[in-house]
T-cell receptor, first 114, second 116 residues
Framework: SQKIEQNSEALNIQEGKTATLTCNYT??????LQWYRQDPGRGPVFLLL?????KEKRKERLKVTFDTTLKQSLFHITASQPADSATYLC?????????????FGPGTRLSVLP | EPEVTQTPSHQVTQMGQEVILRCVPI?????FYWYRQILGQKVEFLVS????????KSEIFDDQFSVERPDGSNFTLKIRSTKLEDSAMYFC??????????????FGDGTRLSIL
């Protein structure tokens, strides 16, 4: 079955620096990959989607890359702020039917220190 | 901005009892999902629902679980004969139609289920 690993359970960085989070998966490559943010006691919130034929996607201070050869996605937050502190999840769609069937990674808990 | 709402926010139930978790998806969405997250663990897919039937389900979603869309707005998850290990946060999500599968899912803030 598909297995997803995220680089570390927790990552601490200084405000203003770039945070880089890693998502690695095994088995076959999905057609696309999504990144979500989850705050304590809240549901995941969608951030970015990247397709297999896209090398890079940007949204404001966020950037995602997708390397199907390495079976890896990198998620970058530039000019990080304390408000960026949260758990970040990558998700792969394993669905075969009409709906999606997301397999989520375990998440990386990011702490941006002032 | 429209959002997915879930009730109750916290449900405490005796082991062996039945529980129904309720969700109101975003009104123009057509795909509905349930996930669970055991404390400190990852978010796990349970079931997807489209056109009034289950589209996919995981190994977790066994005969103990069922889903229903009883009217045009609610989407429910029923857990029969609850067990201690059913204690978790249960998230409902929905997504719109269009662009095939390339849609973000919109999650509610979950129901925390505690089995005693």
């Amino acid at each position: 079955s598909q297995k997803i690993e995220q680089n570390s359970e927790a990552l601490n960085i200084q405000e203003g620096k770039t945070a880089t989070l890693t998502c690695n998966y095994t088995n076959y490559s999905p057609a696309y990959l999504q990144w979500y943010r989850q705050d304590p006691g809240r549901g995941p919130v969608f951030l970015l989607l990247i397709r297999e034929n896209e090398k890079e996607k940007r949204k404001e201070r966020l950037k995602v890359t997708f390397d199907t050869t390495l079976k890896q996605s990198l998620f970058h937050i530039t000019a990080s702020q304390p408000a960026d502190s949260a758990t970040y999840l990558c998700a792969l769609d394993m669905g075969l039917g009409y709906g999606q069937n997301f397999v989520f990674g375990p998440g990386t808990r990011l702490s941006v220190l002032p | 901005e429209p959002e997915v709402t879930q009730t109750p926010s916290h449900q405490v139930t005796q082991m062996g009892q039945e529980v129904i978790l309720r969700c109101v998806p975003i009104s123009n969405h057509l795909y509905f999902y349930w996930y669970r997250q055991i404390l400190g663990q990852k978010v796990e897919f349970l079931v997807s629902f489209y056109n009034n039937e289950i589209s996919e389900k995981s190994e977790i979603f066994d005969d103990q679980f069922s889903v229903e869309r009883p009217d045009g707005s609610n989407f429910t998850l029923k857990i029969r004969s609850t067990k201690l290990e059913d204690s978790a946060m249960y998230f409902c999500a929905s997504s719109p139609r269009g662009q095939g599968r390339l849609q973000p899912q919109h999650f509610g803030d979950g129901t925390r289920l505690s089995i005693l």
